[in-house]
């Protein structure tokens, strides 16, 4: 049975790392997208990373 993770990345720079992690302990990135909240100088941006492992 597939196992599934989504996990919330808060600033781009960590992405790489966050998937190097969860790689390492025997997970596969299936999808990443983001999602942008508020205006110009005030936007925030999330990064959403959905990890699978299992049959």
Same mark, same amino acid.
Not at 27 to 53: C, D, P, Q, S
């Given at each position: &049975?597939?196992?599934?993770?989504?996990? +919330?990345? /808060?600033?781009? *720079? %960590? $992405? /790489?790392?966050?998937? *190097?992690?969860?790689?390492? +302990? /025997?997970?596969?990135?299936? @999808?990443? @997208? @983001?999602? /942008? &909240? !508020?205006? !110009?100088? %005030?936007?925030? $941006?999330?990064?959403?990373?959905?990890? $699978?492992? !299992?049959?």
């Amino acid at each position: &049975m597939k196992e599934w993770r989504c996990i +919330q990345v /808060g600033h781009h *720079e %960590n $992405v /790489g790392r966050a998937i *190097e992690d969860w790689e390492k +302990q /025997g997970w596969r990135l299936h @999808t990443y @997208t @983001t999602a /942008g &909240m !508020g205006e !110009g100088f %005030n936007k925030i $941006v999330n990064h959403y990373l959905l990890f $699978v492992r !299992g049959e």
